[in-house]
């Protein structure tokens, strides 16, 4: 059973970045696609990027296009997330999720889940 674990959130300032990684134990992200999504409160999770197994397609939710980049590492086997230009709207836990199937951008296309890592925006 792969288990996830989330790691970089923090509070940051309006327009700054954070990193956010995504490691595995217990199995290896190179059998899966690979998934963020985020949950603001009183939200349901969102999708917000995926890649596939080998890293060479990628496909993002409109409103992170072009701030956020998605990539991994399968020998170290690691997930990323660079967010840039952080918006007020941006706030949330983000997870990391592994699926066995294609690109999924729904949750019940994810069979496994981390336990997420908050990001706060400062205006």
């Known amino acids: 059973q792969v288990q996830l674990l989330e790691s970089g959130g923090g509070l940051v300032h309006d327009g700054g970045s954070l990193k956010l990684s995504c490691s595995a134990s217990?199995?290896?992200?190179?059998?899966?696609?690979m998934g963020w999504f985020r949950r603001a409160p009183g939200t349901e999770r969102e999708f917000v990027a995926v890649?596939?197994?080998?890293?060479?397609?990628?496909y993002y939710a409109d409103f992170v296009k072009g701030r956020f980049t998605i990539s991994r590492d399968n020998a170290k086997n690691t997930l990323s997330l660079q967010m840039n230009s952080l918006k007020p709207e941006d706030p949330a836990v983000y997870y990391c999720?592994?699926?066995?199937?294609?690109?999924?951008?729904?949750?019940?296309?994810?069979?496994?889940w981390g336990q997420g890592t908050q990001v706060t925006v400062s205006s």
């Open positions: 999720a592994a699926g066995s199937g294609s690109l999924g951008v729904h949750r019940w296309e994810y069979e496994h």
């Open positions: 217990g199995g290896t992200l190179g059998s899966y696609a």
């Open positions: 890649i596939s197994i080998s890293g060479g397609t990628t």
